[in-house]
Structures are given as C-alpha cells and as structure tokens.
C-alpha cells in the first residue's frame, strides 16, 4: 500500500455479494472527491490490512470501513462512508442517531439475506479501468 492509499478511508467489501459490488459502483459515482478506496474482503491485501491493525473480528459477516486506522463495521460502517458522498446521500450519516442496535439489526438482516435475494459471482468483480487506481 502507497503512503497516499493508506490515508484515504477504505471499504472493504464482500467481493463475490451482488449487493457488494452494486454497492461498490454506487460509491464509486457518488464519492467525487475520489477518495475512498475499495478492496474485496476475500484478498491477501484485505487480510494484511486487518492484520496490520490487529483486527480480531469476523472478516466476511460484515463490511468494514477504515478512516484514520479506525475500524468501523456494520450500520457504523455505512454511516462513515456516508460522509465521504455528496448529497443527497451524505444524509445518511444523520441515520446515525437512531440506536445502534436497532441499525445493526436491520443490517444483519440483510447481510444474513445478501445472497438469496441479491445472488453472489463466483469470483470477485474487475473494476473498470478507470476505476483500477481506486482498488487496493
């Protein structure tokens, strides 16, 4: 990882969930300032940044948003990357001041039920060219 990566926010995704990656296209458009990075949870990079911060959790149950060496997972997560779109969808972040546990319910639920109402590749998509510099 380059200086200039490890201090942009990165999203680490499911890479083979079709919700994942529709999602990741989705703030690839919507991120103008370019600066949010993506790397697919299933990768040898995702597992070396974790592991450089010591990451015990789960790695594949949720997505997970690093800002500053700060790890953020869940409804949380969500609410992070929020900030970094323009608006309307920076609004978002306002959500945040529901209770967590209920976020992080409805969350669960449609990460439990991610493949079975989105459906999964069998690989982790390419970006597009001139999308390459924006993945890890």
Not at 21 to 50: D, E, G, H, W
Not at 57 to 76: A, D, M, P, V
Not at 90 to 116: E, S, T, V
Request: net charge positive; with cysteine; hydrophobic share 40%.
């Amino acid at each position: 990882m380059t200086e200039s990566q490890s201090s942009n926010p990165i999203v680490l995704f499911d890479g083979i969930c079709n919700l994942c990656n529709t999602s990741v296209r989705f703030l690839l458009a919507y991120n103008k300032k370019a600066n949010l990075l993506f790397c697919p949870l299933q990768s040898a990079m995702a597992n070396k940044i974790l592991d450089d911060l010591n990451w015990k959790g789960e790695r594949l149950n949720s997505l997970i948003f690093i800002e500053e060496e700060q790890i953020y997972t869940k409804s949380e997560a969500v609410f992070r990357i929020s900030t970094h779109l323009i608006y309307p969808w920076k609004a978002i972040y306002h959500f945040r001041h529901l209770p967590k546990g209920f976020c992080d319910w409805i969350y669960d639920k449609i990460a439990q039920n991610r493949y079975a109402w989105f459906g999964k590749k069998s690989s982790c998509m390419i970006p597009k060219p001139d999308w390459k510099n924006r993945f890890l």
